[in-house]
């Protein structure tokens, strides 16, 4: 009996070493966290949460972003960043290694595969704070660099390119691998605007991949914030990161929309939902960016209308179903929450615009072809003349 269990012990023992043995190696190399590590975090940043950044998989460039005056470069010659990596990456140069991040253009770093054969670069700099763009036309767009699709950006009044836009695309171009970029959900669209481009947002269809992980249709989206493409499956509305910082009192929020629903509304499974109408969303969020403890607050997709940070709300109601005519909108922001002045100017506020074809779009529920154009937007502020 003993030489039985005996054997049983040893054969159990080869198979677990053959399968340790036999385990593929990850051929990630994503840099999932970013950490600076410092002793003096109010020197460089409004706030100290800010010390740690999560970077999507689809982002190339971290950007840390300083307080708006900051004046002293000698911090940033000797400058350690600990970077969480995928695992059995290696990182290059070496992870939490003193770097100098004085120069415009930061720190290039590499990220090997543990299996070796991928890599991927990131650049790390640190800049400025810069101040949203609040005049909103659309006109400033380009392809992502493998020219799958569209991309939105602002330039400051100084010409300098202010990255604040973002839309699900990324996650289509998983779906619908084939897709053209004039094939996206989001686009640029100059054959019916105001002025110049105008943005259409038209909610499609995913095809075979999406009903086999029942999310049948994309809603056309653009919003102020971060999509994280590596939650996309797995997590849809942690996929959305809404808002940005900002340092201004917002009052209104105004411009140009045409509207058509697509026929046939489904549900996540779906079904056709008989009788029912889909629409647009459009609206703009203010809320505090960190909690009581100092600890950063980004909205998602699941409490970006909810979430107990919020301080001011403007959204359209009862939205016109005309796309022969352009509507225009001006929705006062619906406050709250008193504003807290040393909050506003060191940038404790993030701001939130966001566009959608489908209002139940994160739940991949509506209607195909349910199309939005969006055009000459502006958020009013306080200290407007």
Request: proline share 6%; with cysteine; charged share 20%.
């Amino acid at each position: 009996m003993k030489k039985t269990l005996l054997g049983l012990y040893l054969f159990s023992a080869l198979l677990w070493t053959s399968c340790i043995r036999n385990e593929p190696m990850n051929s990630e190399c994503d840099i999932e966290t970013a950490t600076v590590v410092t002793d003096h975090p109010e020197a460089l940043f409004f706030n100290t949460g800010d010390v740690t950044q999560s970077i999507a998989s689809s982002d190339t460039v971290i950007a840390f972003s300083l307080k708006e005056n900051f004046k002293d470069s000698d911090m940033l010659k000797s400058l350690p960043i600990s970077f969480k990596i995928t695992p059995g990456a290696v990182i290059t140069p070496e992870n939490g290694s003193p770097q100098d991040f004085s120069g415009k253009d930061g720190v290039t770093y590499y990220v090997t595969s543990e299996d070796r054969q991928w890599y991927r670069t990131y650049h790390v700099k640190f800049v400025p704070i810069r101040p949203l763009v609040t005049d909103l036309s659309f006109e400033h767009f380009s392809l992502e660099p493998n020219g799958r699709y569209y991309e939105w950006y602002e330039q400051s009044q100084e010409g300098s390119t202010i990255d604040m836009w973002a839309t699900g695309n990324p996650g289509y171009a998983i779906s619908r691998s084939s897709a053209k970029p004039d094939e996206f959900p989001t686009l640029p669209w100059c054959q019916d605007s105001i002025r110049g481009h105008c943005v259409k947002l038209e909610t499609c269809d995913t095809g075979p991949f999406g009903v086999m992980v029942n999310m049948r249709i994309a809603a056309g989206n653009l919003f102020i914030g971060t999509f994280d493409v590596s939650n996309a499956l797995k997590d849809a509305m942690a996929a959305t990161l809404f808002g940005l910082p900002f340092n201004r009192k917002p009052v209104s929020f105004e411009g140009y929309y045409k509207y058509k629903a697509g026929d046939r509304f489904q549900n996540q499974k779906g079904t056709i939902q008989e009788g029912r109408v889909d629409q647009p969303d459009i609206y703009a969020v203010l809320y505090k960016n960190t909690d009581e403890n100092g600890n950063s607050v980004l909205l998602k997709g699941d409490d970006v209308l909810t979430n107990p940070n919020i301080v001011a709300l403007a959204r359209i109601q009862n939205p016109v179903h005309d796309f022969d005519t352009w509507t225009y909108f001006n929705l006062p922001f619906e406050y709250y929450s008193p504003i807290d002045e040393n909050r506003m100017k060191s940038y404790g506020y993030n701001l939130a615009v966001v566009f959608t074809s489908s209002i139940e779009g994160a739940s991949f529920c509506g209607a195909e072809g349910s199309t939005l154009l969006v055009d000459e937007v502006k958020v009013i502020c306080n200290d407007e003349p």
